[in-house]
């Protein structure tokens, strides 16, 4: 499965993305995490149905010191809103604000 997501929230600035990377790692996802220059963070993420439901399900946190995530947009393959990455992940990667 493939899915790309906007995190919406407190979540730049706060070690979300590599709070995002660890998980992604534990959970067997690969693809990468970015901030976006509207605040949000980008997610494009690709494993098996159960373990990217259960990346998104960890990475929905609300902590008092640190990341809040309010709303995670999800576009999955096929939707119209799903962009396609023109390259293919092996691991998980943090990349620079876009």
Known sequence: MKVFLIVHGAVQGVGYRNLVKNVAVKCGIVGMVRN???GSVQIYAEGSDSSIE?????????Y?????????ERHYEGSPEFPEEPRSFNSFVIEKTV
């Open 36 to 38: 976006a220059a509207d």
């Open 54 to 62: 259960e990346f998104i399900s960890r990475i929905d946190v609300d």
């Open 64 to 72: 008092d010191q640190g990341p809040q995530v309010f709303n995670i």
